[in-house]
């Protein structure tokens, strides 16, 4: 049985091979290319180096401010969103009444699209600034912290059912070896649970860090980068090059390699730091 299944392996994995390479690799090395030319459309095509990656960089500061936003932003929302949906998590997995109608109004708004949330929200937050006569695009900051409530209001619940599955599944004969050794909660906390849920720590972190910075619609829905691109994060920042100016299509693809590039480079180099916490635990 075993030795037919890996005879046909490679038949089954093809068509999902397949598609990845239409909707991910082919469009990869051709928005790479492309990143390297002046272009209005794929068949009109003139090569000019590295110029468009030096635009992207010179022509205005947006890109770089977008991407300091973007950071600032990140490692806000993946700080506050774990440390919270943990000790959810921790509260969740206790013997108290609505645990599971908990856990699912948590999780709820996960459910919603994030153009969606970032109107709901941007109402919301517009409709207390009222009271002091502002609004969130008057100040960076108000639209900074929006997008941080946003984030963990819409992403909390769903890593919360992450570390809940990772603690239910922590063996109790440990817990009441350390009960009976006379150790407290935090020793318990801090010696035997976040060791043991190492591996969803590192998946939800993972999570949130991409998630973080690959932020689009809530951005655009919520702020759309103002006050003067003051809250554009990089994919907005992107997505604005490309579209809504004339001539700088060239340039809005050097960004989108720059931004794939920094991107995966800070997901691996959080995938390697965790995963070494886990050999060590």
Partial sequence: MEKSIKKYFALFALPALICFLISFVIPFIWGFVLSFCEFTTITDVTFVGFKNYVRAFTVDNYFTHAFFFTLAFAIVSVITINIIAFALALALTRSIPGTNAFRTIFFMPNLIGGIVLGWIWQVIINGVLAYFEKT????????????????????????????????????????????????????????????????????????????????????????????????????????????????????????????TILVAMIALLQLYTTRRKEIEN
């Fill in 136 to 259: 969130i695009a008057v100040d960076a900051a108000y639209g900074f912290w929006g997008l941080v409530v946003l984030m963990n209001w819409q992403n909390v619940g769903y890593m919360m059912v992450i570390y809940i599955a990772a603690i239910q599944n922590i063996p109790t004969d440990m817990l009441e070896a350390a009960d009976i050794d006379g150790a407290n909660y935090w020793t318990k906390l801090r010696k035997i649970i976040i060791p043991a849920v190492m591996p969803s720590i590192t998946i939800c972190l993972f999570l949130t860090t991409t998630n973080g910075f690959k932020l689009y619609d809530q951005n655009l829905a919520l702020t759309a980068g103002n006050p003067n691109h003051q809250t554009e994060m990089l994919a907005l920042n992107i997505f604005n090059t490309f579209y809504s100016r004339i001539g700088f299509e060239g340039v809005g693809q050097a960004k989108a390699v720059i931004f």
